[in-house]
Nanobody
Framework: QVQLVESGGGLVQPGGSLRLSCAAS????????VTWYRQAPGKERELVAT????????SYADSVKGRFTISRDNAKNTAYLRMNNLKPEDTGVYYC????????WGNGTLVTVSS
């Protein structure tokens, strides 16, 4: 059974930090590029960060560059998104995606940044 399960979301004040996790099962995780996306209420889904299958190359949306860090541990079949200095505009549902042609998606974890 193919699954991606996100966790680690919650309510945090501006300036706070969270670490999201994406646990994969049922496929060869190390073959896949992993991307974190997010979708704020009333907005289109946007790409947040991407990491290649070996972890050697990462890329980030300009809006999160310098604040977020994507990483992966293929031995644990898990990817992570460390989010620092969170802002209200970071609020949204965060989704993990794994892709080699075919896409696998998790169901998302909600991050709310509010005072």
């Amino acid at each position: 059974q193919v699954q991606l399960v996100e966790s680690g979301g919650g309510l945090v004040q501006p300036g706070g930090s969270l670490r999201l996790s994406c646990a994969a099962s049922g496929f060869t995780f190390s073959w896949y590029t992993v991307t974190w996306y997010r979708q704020a209420p009333g907005k289109e889904r946007e790409l947040v960060a991407t990491i290649t299958r070996s972890g050697g190359t990462t890329s980030y949306a300009d809006s999160v560059k310098g604040r977020f860090t994507i990483s992966r541990d293929n031995a644990k079949n898990t990817a992570y998104l460390r989010m620092n200095n969170l802002k209200p505009e970071d609020t949204g549902v965060y989704y993990c995606n794994a892709k080699v042609g075919m896409d696998y998606w998790g169901n998302g974890t909600l991050v709310t940044v509010s005072s």
